[in-house]
Nanobody
Framework: QVQLVESGGGLVQPGGSLTLSCAAS????????MGWYRQAPGKERELVAT???????NYADSVKGRFTISRDNAKNTVNLQMNSLKPEDTAVYYC??????????????WGQGTQVTVSS
């Protein structure tokens, strides 16, 4: 089993910055693609950004140029640096990871979510 724990959410003014962090723990053999999704009230969960174990990144068009995803493979962590935040970025942000555990069981895991609110 693999656990994902997010941190770093909060309240920020428009134009401000926040960094979200996610740490994976458990009986991990290998972490594959890791990423961030978000869900705003009344909307479906949507992809924000992903990063492969090799460092290839993918971003939603709405965050390109403002958000940067990075990871530390040695520590099994993934971060999301969010700049120039807008009110429409307000959502619960979820960490997501594809992982193989020590029994070679492959699964997708989710964190519990962290609230990001962009408001003046």
């Amino acid at each position: 089993q693999v656990q994902l724990v997010e941190s770093g959410g909060g309240l920020v003014q428009p134009g401000g910055s926040l960094t979200l962090s996610c740490a994976a723990s458990g009986r991990i053999f290998k972490m594959n693609t890791m990423g961030w999704y978000r869900q705003a009230p009344g909307k479906e969960r949507e992809l924000v950004a992903t990063i492969t174990s090799g460092g290839t990144t993918n971003y939603a068009d709405s965050v390109k140029g403002r958000f940067t995803i990075s990871r530390d493979n040695a520590k099994n962590t993934v971060n999301l640096q969010m700049n120039s935040l807008k009110p429409e970025d307000t959502a619960v942000y979820y960490c997501n990871a594809e992982a193989i555990d020590i029994l070679f069981y492959y699964a997708t895991y989710w964190g519990q979510g962290t609230q990001v609110t962009v408001s003046s």
